[in-house]
């Protein structure tokens, strides 16, 4: 929003007679604190190290243990309406986003963008002072506005941010992603070998980093908002080759064994209470000991590679955490972590090598997938994993993303600001009920203690 231009000095006949007036630009005060949150994509509640999976997440689970950590924080069931709620702090029906932007209804609770008549906090935080920054996926504006012909009043610099780097889809490929930069399309950087050593996770948090930087050097007094939605870890699950080596084998005992592996874990780091039972097998999902060799093969190897996908984006978070310490940033920077929806199922019951067949009802077998096992991952593949290791990352619960159920819309959140909660309360779990469209605390004058 603009503010309008006005005059508070005086005219009269000379300058002797006149006062002159300088509009200053709004300051929101020297204790104002900076804000990141970072949104993961299709993370299940369980799939964080702090929320009971073996996956290295190291930096968020740090973050947590010097932070807050929530364990009954609840979203959509997709992404567009989480992203929705989240930027406006309202139901994602009420600002017109139902469902994923890809659709337009026709009615106003399924615009395909959030409606003008419901600010962002970008919007909100611009007009206090704040500079406003986005890296990652935006998702908010109608795909058939989505070219270099625009229009651009749904996409993000119209939507209250400084700048935007990213992409506007629903997904994107990791190794060679269809980039926008403010309001036009960019290529992906290249090294002189091509795409070798690039990733959109590390692009993002360098653009980031970037913003936050060239903004603070000059004005230091002037905090900032940076939003940082991830790629990771929605389809394709891709990842630099060493983090794929890391896993190679993890998952060969299967998604049974595992999932109670998992669920005891978050019962001892108590994520969830001693009494709550283990939800039965999704149907689809059969016993891990059923499947042929093949099955068995392919659906370890496409774990491997989420789990690898999920273990680089924690160290993007981590590179962001350390910008921001070696800025001065950290101490007063509220820092949130979150997943927009449970794990995915589209990768179907028996998993997909390209994820785009699952959209389109057709059905890859796994005696055929596993003859490119050893593309899963690479820039040769663009992988989701089945219905068995979804329900396994979002344990102890049922279903999946696009399902109204816990599985769907139960995921971790994590709250880290060292000037506003009290060390006392540090690493401490939060059990209350909690949204995007309910805070989870106030703020006293001086000290947080949600």
């Known amino acids: 929003m603009v503010r309008p231009s006005r005059f508070e000095g005086t005219l009269g006949r000379t300058i002797a007679d006149s006062e002159a007036w300088f509009d200053e630009p709004p300051h929101p005060g020297a204790d104002a604190p900076d804000v990141v949150i970072v949104l993961l994509d299709d993370t299940g509640f369980a799939q964080l190290g702090c929320y009971g999976s073996d996956i290295d997440t190291r930096h968020i689970d740090a973050l947590a243990a010097d932070g807050l950590q929530f364990t009954n924080f609840h979203v959509t069931p997709l992404c567009s309406p989480t992203r929705a709620s989240l930027l406006t702090g309202r139901a994602q029906h009420a600002v017109g986003m139902r469902s994923v932007s890809n659709f337009r209804t026709g009615f106003p609770n399924q615009l395909g963008h959030i409606t003008p008549h419901a600010a962002t906090i970008a919007e909100v935080l611009r007009d206090e002072g704040y500079a406003t920054f986005c890296a990652g996926k935006w998702h908010l504006a109608p795909m058939e506005q989505c ?24 997904e994107t490929d990791q190794f060679h992603p269809d980039l926008v930069a403010d309001n036009h399309p960019v290529e992906p950087p290249r090294s002189s070998g091509g795409t070798e050593g690039y990733h959109l996770s590390e692009d993002l948090v360098d653009r980031l980093l970037a913003m936050i930087s060239d903004s603070t050097g000059v004005r230091p007094d002037r905090p900032f908002f940076a939003y940082l939605p991830l790629g990771a870890t929605h389809a394709p699950h891709q990842a630099p080759p060493e983090y794929l080596a890391k896993y190679r084998g993890r998952y060969d005992e299967g998604w049974d064994v595992v999932r109670e592996r998992w669920f005891a874990r978050q019962v001892e780091l ?15 999902v059969e016993p891990w000991d059923d499947l042929s060799e093949n099955q068995q093969r392919l659906n370890a190897r496409l774990q491997e590679a989420f789990a690898a996908f999920l273990d680089h984006a924690d160290d993007q978070i981590g590179r962001l955490v350390d910008g921001l310490r070696e800025m001065g940033r950290l101490d007063n920077t509220i820092l949130v972590v979150l ?30 997938a596993v003859q490119r096992i050893d593309d899963i991952g690479g820039p040769h593949s663009h992988t989701n994993y089945p219905w068995g290791w979804a329900q396994t990352g979002n344990s102890p619960f049922k279903w999946y993303k696009q399902n109204t159920h816990e599985g769907g819309v139960h995921v971790p959140m994590v709250v880290h600001w060292p000037a506003g909660i009290d060390a006392a309360q540090r690493g401490a779990k939060r059990h209350q009920s909690s949204s995007p469209m309910s805070p989870t605390s106030s703020r006293p004058s001086t000290r947080c203690s949600a």
Not at 339 to 368: L, R, W, Y
């Open 147 to 170: 070219s270099a012909a625009g229009p651009f009043d749904q996409w993000p610099l119209a939507r209250g941010f400084d700048r935007f780097y990213g992409f506007l889809e629903g």
């Open 270 to 284: 108590g994520v969830i209470r001693e009494f709550t039972e283990l939800a039965p097998r999704n149907p689809g």
């Open 339 to 368: 997943a927009d929806n449970g794990a995915s199922q589209e990768g179907g019951p028996f998993g997909v090598m390209h994820e785009m067949k699952f959209f389109n009802g057709i059905v890859e077998t796994a005696d055929t």
